[in-house]
């Protein structure tokens, strides 16, 4: 089984309980961008406890970055890693996951399911290949907007934000249901990406077969 020993390089706040973790990046160690690993905390009482991150760094940056959101009520890998400081360990284990670029199409996020469209967003700017590429991101506040500044830098006008529990006159207010996706899809044979809560991705699933969307262009995890 795949195992490698990293130290914490930099952490630093993003929002009000998530941190970006730049950790050190093992050699031969690549990824696609949207995939994932398990990480642990490298300690007795932790190292068995893995939980799955998405790589949000760029896949030629030199070292290995994840962010995460902090849950503190569940007492676990999450809250220790948010403790963490500088050479500080961590393990990482095999990459994994089915999420990755198929070509332009609509994302559809909720909460830390922005992060495997974080590193896929930042390469294809990287590339030039952005355009044509819009964001739907929900979250329950602004506060809670995970790197809002850049991804509105990255994609302008098609990153569309939709509150639950925070009504204001820049963003929209609400769930993403189907009368939303409707005003916002233009096309629906391109590609659709999603990743969030269950109960979120359950709901925009169904909407978007409702509407027409082929399953065959849905890029998502395993439910």
Sequence with gaps: MEKHIVKILESGQITHDVRFFRVERPEGYTFIPGQA?????????????????????????????????RYPSHKGVTDMIHQLKTRDELILHEVFGDISYKGKGLFIAGGAGITPFISILRDLKKKNEIEGNRLIFANKTRKDIILERELSDLLGKDFINILSEEKTKDYQYGFINEDLLKSKITDYNQKFYLCGPPPMIESVLGHLVHLGVSEDSIIMEPM
């Design 37 to 69: 690993t398990d990480v642990s905390v490298n300690n007795e009482k932790m190292k068995d406890e893995k939980r799955a991150f998405t790589f949000t760094n760029l896949i030629s940056a030199p070292y290995i970055e994840f962010i995460i959101k």
